[in-house]
């Protein structure tokens, strides 16, 4: 079989396209294919497919294809042009990439596979070999493609939620589809006006077809849900993770006060327990747990701090929002005769909140979904080494977390 066949067969070109020849370089570890089209062939105006016989040819270009046994293969033609007297003299698209890319289509499809596999643009980089912007071009390209292709369905229950940049001084928002675990929204800041960007980029229908909203207790998002979706005062649940975590962080406030008093009696007792009291107990080690029962009594101010969030944790295994309504009630008066002031703050804030709290008996939706989601965009971060800048970021988490069809066809 002579190589330009061979290659006939390898790129599976479609006629009027062949292989005119191929040359080895060896020096620059690469092999040149070179495709033509014979004398007369017509060909499709771009914009309204008229046949029309070919005007001239554009410049010389190249593909970079798959490899051939390690060799660079490079796809080399010149794309003949038409005169369409509506449209005037046009490039004709070449079957086997996409408009203006300097790869195949076999080639970008094998680039995102490495691209979701390793996770890294690096990895990906070292075994493609490519450049860091080529790379990172497949990964633009692809995210492009998925929105361009992408269908507005309803979204039932979807979470909004922050998620800190560049080490918590920049943040961005992002809503879920808690269904599909999917982003489907991001935009810049934490505030109001970040969860309403983030909103306005679904469709009316979208919008419409929303039944519940978890987030976190922030006001912002408050603010934007309420602006945003119609009856959102029903919809509202504030994610039961994000709720201990402001219940956790009081037992700590408790605990630091109090580990100050105490070491002024020379009582070191508190030191370096914090994480101790942020574990539930059923999660506590052996060895943990043997030191927590050293340090746990009820005489203890972070003793009864830590009880009742363990107590707390109860209100989310009610059937439905009276019960969960009552039982809180219950906790509330508990906690607000005592003098755990971190608590009683805390307290109050759920009490606020509490009817998007329980509402979590009508729509058992949490962020803990997004969580995950979450610490996926963060391994995809730190494993990258950053993506250079916010828009990058941003561009990255929908290429691996928007549930989008990727591959070019
Ligand atoms: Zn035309």
Request: proline letters at 3%; a neutral charge.
């Amino acid at each position: 079989m002579q190589d330009k066949e061979l290659y006939q067969h390898i790129l599976g070109l479609a006629s009027p396209w062949s292989v005119s020849g191929v040359e080895l370089d060896i020096d620059a570890g690469e092999i040149r294919v070179h495709v033509a089209h014979p004398r007369g062939t017509k060909f499709g105006c771009p914009e309204c497919e008229q046949e029309l016989p070919c005007y001239d040819h554009a410049e010389e270009r190249r593909w970079r294809h798959l490899d051939s046994c390690q060799f660079k293969t490079i796809l080399v033609a010149r794309p003949p042009r038409v005169e369409c007297p509506e449209h005037g003299v046009k490039n004709v698209s070449v079957p086997w990439a996409e408009k203006s890319s300097r790869f195949t289509i076999l080639f970008e499809r094998l680039a995102i596979d490495i691209l979701l596999a390793t996770q890294t643009v690096t990895g990906a980089m070292s075994i493609l070999r490519t450049s860091w912007d080529e790379t990172w071009y497949f990964v633009q390209r692809a995210v492009r493609r998925g929105q361009d292709r992408k269908e507005a369905r309803s979204l039932p229950r979807i979470g909004i939620d922050e998620k800190a940049f560049a080490k918590g001084q920049d943040y961005i928002t992002l809503l879920y589809d808690l269904d599909n675990s999917t982003v489907e929204a991001i935009s810049d800041g934490n505030n109001t006006d970040s969860g309403i960007a983030c909103f306005s980029q679904l469709s009316q229908e979208q919008i419409a077809s929303v039944e519940a909203v978890a987030m976190d207790m922030s006001a912002a998002y408050i603010k934007a849900t309420k602006q945003a979706i119609p009856l959102a005062e029903d919809k509202i649940v504030h994610d039961r993770f994000h709720v201990m975590q402001l219940a956790n962080k009081a037992v700590d406030k408790v605990r630091r006060g109090e580990h100050r008093k105490l070491t002024l009696d020379d009582d070191n007792r508190l030191a370096k327990t914090k994480y101790l009291w942020l574990t539930s107990q059923e999660n506590l080690t052996e060895k943990q747990d043997a030191l927590f029962g050293e340090v746990f009594t009820l005489r203890l101010e972070t003793g009864k701090a830590w009880g009742y969030k363990e107590l707390l944790r109860d209100l989310w295994d009610h059937d439905d929002a009276a019960s969960a309504t009552a039982f809180f009630q219950d906790w509330y008066r508990r906690v607000i005769h005592t003098k755990l002031e971190p608590m009683k703050k805390v307290a109050r804030t759920i009490k606020e909140r509490l009817q998007n709290v329980v509402s979590y008996c009508t729509h058992g939706i949490t962020n803990a979904v997004a969580e995950g989601l979450n610490s996926k965009i963060m391994s995809i971060k730190r494993r990258v080494g950053g993506y250079r800048n916010r828009e990058n970021f941003k561009t990255a988490i929908f290429f691996y977390c928007g549930g989008l069809d990727l591959y070019p066809r």
